[in-house]
């Protein structure tokens, strides 16, 4: 009874028989709850370095793939533009065949003529020698 | 020949090129959008800034002030003309001072240019005005009006039209007010670029219809080159008048006169928006959009001669190529090489400072020399090759040089300079106040011993000098011929005094005349039309030319002064269709023709090889032998050729067997009663008169005192007023004049109404008999004089007695 009226006055006895103000279940879930808002602070940080490390991460692969994006454009970009530089290119070469087969359409009639002059010139030689 | 182009790694400019203009040979000045005038050296590769202009100044055209202006030979140019997008133009020295501003035009002023002798300039804007400016930037006057900016103008060669692009029209608008103008239509296109070349006297045309187009002066049209990717920003002619540079975006092409192109390049130079040559012509530069210069010499030029290929490699080295053995040899320079020529076994090569002479192993080249150095054919040709002979040029500005067989001529600065192939000055003929500029191989011709040259100022006199003395032929005065002169030629072969020179004139007429004139005026006389182009052969007096799309052999163009009507079967013709629109002759060497088609391709041909050695035959008097040889080709060209070569050298013999061969009876009938004439004097006398000039025969009767003979002559001919009139002054044979006259005209049965005979009839009795025996007197008494001739038994002293 006397437990009694000392709980009712806020005071109690701890099984070392030390007078305490609070219940000893009291402060012992308190303990507890310490122990295991502690731990879960822990906890917290554990998860909030991993999550600050997993941000990171991703960040650093967004980024990764921001770079990787920007290089597959200018790659297509560049590859459209090779295209046309091709483009250009083949213009160029082309205009530069014609040139040369105009050239060479100007010595092929050249040869014809050297051909026939050549011809001639055999003729006229196997006519005087038949003639001597 | 291609173009070998230069361009630094970065450019100079920071923005686009706008303009470049040449001071000499090796200096440049180029400005842009980035207001900075630059000075290119290209013998130390040095670039410098010569002055930074405003910046609000755009520069679109730079103009060099014409060098060698007046008396002011030597020196270089000083002062140029910069024409601005804000309206102005600027007078600007040479060390980028700026001397004068002038507002201009509202708009951009987009071309200036100075005229040749530097005492106009002219300026065309964006407002459409062609304004023109003095000398020291007063206005004249304004030249014309537009609706539409005129991008582009050029003078003409006498300074006297101006060019401009309006839209798609090409106009040419004489300065006088009251001339007529002439326009066409020219592209498709805005035109952006002319240039008017005055050697050639021909028109460049450039336009966004990507095409360029080349013109005469006329406005025909000569060529049009294919479709472009881009439009063609600039043109522009080679001083010489034989190339021109085409530039377009990412292209440099070099093309030939007749507008076929020699080679083309595709340097990264963004859009190409002005060209221009350096002073000696080999090399052009450009302004490009993308802020480089470009540099561009023309190299790889090549000559033939006989087995020689002579090629420029580099701008200071030449390969020889012997294509009988293949022997290859390099000529070195010590500077570069500006004009060359390859003929008669010579190769001339002029260079900045120098001349070089080499010399072929093959020294003769007639049928019928004699050759001593058969020995020396076989020694290699490398030891000809590498010893040639130098001597310095007076000016170092050599603009043609031509070559006859016996010395060549250079046309160096104001003068020409005839030299021997042994390095030694003959003569430097003169024209006072005669433009050497525009001398080109059309407008200057060489013989061995004559030198004809045709003038700007008057095209229709021909110019004649001894090329050994220099001076003028005969008493000075030019040939002159009733329209003006394209193309003049001398002939190669003969003796000078037989020199000939054949011309064409404005209507295509190809005429043929003497140049040594002596005493009395010698006719042109007409021997072919429609004549595109000639060539005398190198050696012997044989002419080619294509005739009205004919490719046409004059074997004998001389037959044209002793008989013409054998004119037609001493050409030879065929078909020239094989060579298409306008071709040219590149050379006549020997018997082979080299012709250029208009798309530049060449054709070689053969002509037949017995006329050049009947004409060697005929200069060392073989006559048998040239009609043995006539015999043996039986062909009737050579045998008319021969024939009027016989009568040229009055060897009737020979004429009587040619004219027979071809069946000219009733000359030869005549030249039968030619030999048998009892006098040397009647004889040549017939034989004058045999080709037509009856003038002269009469004369060299009567200088000989034939009275009778010269009266008979005439009546012969019908002249019976030049008879009566001799026989009156000399008072002999009225009678016989009478007599013949009254014969005649009872033959016709007609009445005397002529005045005189009716006057001299009433005191004179006409008696045949009495006139038979004088006649017969009159030629004993011929006989007579003649007696030391042993002429053989002749019944008929004159052929008029078969009348």
Request: net charge neutral; proline share 3%.
């Amino acid at each position: 009874m006397a437990k009694d009226s000392l709980s009712e006055a806020g005071l109690h006895f701890d099984d070392l028989n030390k007078l305490r103000i609070l219940d000893p279940d009291v402060s012992q879930q308190t303990t507890e709850l310490k122990e295991e808002c502690r731990e879960f602070v822990e906890k917290i940080d554990d998860f909030q370095k991993i999550v600050g490390g997993l941000i990171e991460l991703v960040d650093q692969l967004a980024k990764e793939t921001e770079n990787e994006k920007m290089k597959a454009i200018g790659a297509r970009n560049l590859l459209k533009s090779i295209a046309k530089q091709r483009e250009a290119q083949q213009q160029q070469l082309q205009a530069l065949i014609a040139e040369k087969k105009m050239q060479l359409e100007r010595y092929r009639i050249e040869y014809e003529a050297l051909c026939k002059v050549e011809a001639e010139q055999n003729e006229f030689i196997d006519q005087f020698i038949l003639q001597k | 020949m291609r173009l070998k182009t230069s361009l630094l790694k970065e450019p100079k400019h920071k923005e686009l090129v706008s303009c470049v203009g040449w001071t000499s040979a090796d200096e440049l000045y180029s400005c842009g959008d980035d207001h900075q005038i630059l000075k290119w050296n290209l013998l130390n590769g040095e670039t410098s800034l010569v002055v930074k202009l405003p910046d609000d100044t755009y520069p679109i055209d730079l103009h060099w002030f014409p060098k060698n202006v007046g008396s002011k030979k030597q020196g270089q140019s000083d002062m140029f003309v910069i024409t601005s997008s804000d309206g102005k133009f600027h007078l600007i020295s040479k060390l980028g001072r700026v001397e004068k501003s002038v507002d201009a035009h509202s708009g951009a002023v987009l071309a200036g240019r100075w005229n040749y002798d530097g005492t106009a300039l002219v300026t065309a804007g964006e407002d459409g005005h062609i304004k023109i400016w003095s000398k020291s930037g007063m206005l004249r006057s304004t030249l014309a009006q537009n609706g539409l900016p005129v991008y582009s103008v050029a003078w003409g060669p006498d300074s006297e039209k101006v060019l401009y692009p309006v839209g798609k029209q090409l106009i040419i608008k004489p300065l006088q007010p009251s001339s007529k103008v002439l326009q066409w239509k020219a592209h498709e296109g805005v035109i952006l670029k002319v240039d008017w070349n005055p050697v050639n006297d021909l028109i460049l045309s450039a336009g966004e219809d990507c095409k360029y187009k080349v013109w005469d002066s006329y406005g025909r049209a000569l060529y049009s080159s294919t479709s472009h990717e881009y439009p063609i920003t600039s043109v522009s002619w080679a001083p010489d008048g034989d190339l021109f540079a085409v530039g377009s975006f990412h292209t440099l092409r070099l093309c030939d006169k007749t507008g076929w192109s020699y080679a083309l390049e595709k340097p990264n130079t963004g859009s190409i928006f002005s060209l221009t040559w350096s002073i000696d012509g080999t090399q052009v530069a450009g302004a490009c959009g993308n802020g480089h210069v470009i540099f561009a010499h023309v190299i790889e030029q090549h000559w033939e001669w006989k087995n020689f290929e002579v090629t420029l490699t580099k701008r200071r080295a030449m390969q020889v190529r012997n294509v009988i053995n293949d022997a290859v040899d390099l000529l070195e320079f010590r500077d570069r090489v500006i004009k060359a020529s390859l003929k008669y076994g010579h190769l001339v090569v002029s260079t900045s400072l120098q001349c070089y002479v080499f010399r072929s192993s093959v020294i003769s080249f007639r049928y019928f020399e004699p050759k001593p150095d058969v020995v020396e054919h076989t020694e290699p040709v490398t030891k000809n090759w590498n010893t040639p002979l130098i001597f310095d040029l007076k000016e170092g500005t050599v603009s043609l040089i031509l070559q006859c067989e016996r010395h060549f001529l250079l046309v160096d600065g104001g003068s020409l300079f005839l030299y021997s192939y042994e390095g030694r000055l003959i003569s430097s003929p003169k024209v006072p106040g005669m433009r050497t500029d525009i001398l080109n191989a059309q407008t200057v011709s060489l013989s061995n011993d004559t030198i004809a040259m045709k003038d700007k100022t008057d095209e229709k006199l021909i110019y004649l000098f001894d090329a050994l003395s220099g001076k003028p032929l005969g008493d000075g005065k030019p040939l002159a011929h009733k329209i003006e002169v394209v193309e003049i030629a001398l002939d190669q072969g003969g003796p000078a005094i037989e020199r000939k020179i054949a011309f064409v004139d404005k209507n295509r007429d190809l005429y043929i005349s003497t140049v040594r004139r002596l005493g009395k005026e010698q006719k042109a006389v007409k021997i072919g039309s429609m004549v595109h182009t000639l060539a005398w052969s190198d050696l012997s007096n044989i002419l080619c030319g294509i005739q009205d799309n004919r490719f046409t052999v004059w074997y004998y163009p001389n037959v044209a002064y002793v008989d013409k009507e054998l004119l037609p079967k001493t050409i030879s013709e065929k078909d020239g269709s094989e060579y298409t629109k306008s071709p040219q002759i590149v050379s006549f060497v020997g018997n082979r023709v080299t012709i250029r088609r208009s798309d530049g391709s060449l054709v070689h041909t053969n002509i037949s090889p017995y006329p050049a050695i009947i004409h060697d035959y005929i200069t060392a008097s073989k006559w048998d032998e040239a009609v043995r040889l006539c015999r043996f080709v039986k062909e009737q060209t050579t045998w008319a050729c021969l024939a009027a070569m016989a009568i040229t050298n009055k060897d009737m013999s020979t004429a009587e067997i040619a004219y027979a061969a071809i069946g000219e009876i009733d000359k030869v009938q005549y030249i039968n009663s030619i030999k048998d004439l009892p006098s040397k004097e009647s004889r040549l006398a017939h034989i004058q008169l045999f080709s037509g000039n009856f003038q002269d025969a009469e004369a060299i009767i009567l200088q000989a005192g034939l009275i009778y003979q010269a009266i008979q002559l005439n009546i012969d001919s019908y002249n019976w007023e030049r008879a009566l009139e001799l026989a009156v002054k000399h008072k002999t044979h009225v009678d016989t004049v009478l007599a013949y006259r009254q014969k005649y005209l009872n033959d016709l049965n007609k009445k005397e109404t002529n005045k005189r005979f009716l006057q001299y009839a009433e005191g004179v009795e006409v008696d045949w008999e009495k006139i038979r025996a004088k006649i017969e007197l009159e030629l004993v008494k011929e006989r007579e004089r003649a007696s030391t001739g042993p002429l053989g038994p002749s019944t008929r002293s004159s052929i008029s007695l078969q009348h």
